[in-house]
Nanobody
């Protein structure tokens, strides 16, 4: 079956950086969209970034623009999220999603598969 496993989360001071990874098994990233979402306690899940694995084309949510970068290594079936200049408001559980139905990438209901999440905590 399809599995997505996120890693790379942790605790960091404001202004620091983290690199998250999403590894797929049972299904290939190639030819699909892969997205990163996050959910903070008491808040809705929001889209952070998405990448089209055929050419690396990327989309970003407003909160990520200028600070986060999504990238891929198709040979490893892995998508990364490099997060720089982290702020306390970035603290959340970060989830990887695979295979968008099309249209609005930031709509969580338009993704087929999800990982278990990796926790990011940013202290001030």
């Amino acid at each position: 079956q399809v599995q997505l496993v996120e890693s790379g989360g942790g605790s960091v001071q404001a202004g620091g950086s983290l690199r998250l990874s999403c590894v797929a098994s049972g299904y290939t990233y190639t030819g699909n969209w892969v997205g990163w979402f996050r959910r903070a306690p008491g808040k809705e899940r929001e889209g952070v970034a998405a990448i089209w694995t055929l050419n690396g084309g990327a989309l970003y949510g407003d909160s990520a623009k200028g600070r986060f970068t999504i990238s891929q290594d198709n040979a490893k079936s892995t998508v990364y999220l490099q997060m720089n200049s982290l702020k306390p408001e970035d603290s959340a559980m970060y989830y990887c999603a695979l295979d968008n139905f099309g249209g609005r990438w930031y709509d969580q209901n338009r993704w087929r598969y999800w990982g278990q999440g990796t926790q990011v905590t940013v202290s001030s």
